[in-house]
Nanobody
Framework: QVQLVESGGGLVQAGGSLRLSCAASGRSFTTYSVAWFRQAPGKEREFAARISWSGSSTYYADSVKGRFTISRDDAKNTVYLQMNNLKPEDTAVYYC?????WGFGSSSESQYDLWGRGTQVTVSS
């Protein structure tokens, strides 16, 4: 059974950093685009960052640009989200999702068909 497992969330003070990991089991996603989405309390899930299947192309939501970095280590079948200078408004459950094969990825949830269960990130002020 294919699964995505996110880890690395936690409680951090504003200005701090966290690195989230998304590991796949049961299937390699080395030829697939991957994205991170997040859902804050009482809000809809929103796009945060994506990376193409090759890792050569990345794209970020304006709200995280310059602070978050998405990367992938295909040897470990893992995608990362490095989050720096965290703000209270970054508090959310963070989800990774696998998109299209050989794709650049998308900001739209509908383009992703495999999701993890999420990891909680809480940023205190």
């Amino acid at each position: 059974q294919v699964q995505l497992v996110e880890s690395g969330g936690g409680l951090v003070q504003a200005g701090g950093s966290l690195r989230l990991s998304c590991a796949a089991s049961g299937r390699s996603f080395t030829t697939y685009s991957v994205a991170w989405f997040r859902q804050a309390p009482g809000k809809e899930r929103e796009f945060a960052a994506r990376i193409s299947w090759s890792g050569s192309s990345t794209y970020y939501a304006d709200s995280v640009k310059g602070r978050f970095t998405i990367s992938r280590d295909d040897a470990k079948n893992t995608v990362y989200l490095q989050m720096n200078n965290l703000k209270p408004e970054d508090t959310a459950v963070y989800y990774c999702a696998v998109g299209s094969r050989w794709g650049f990825g998308s900001s739209s949830e509908s383009q992703y068909d495999l999701w993890g269960r999420g990891t909680q990130v809480t940023v205190s002020s």
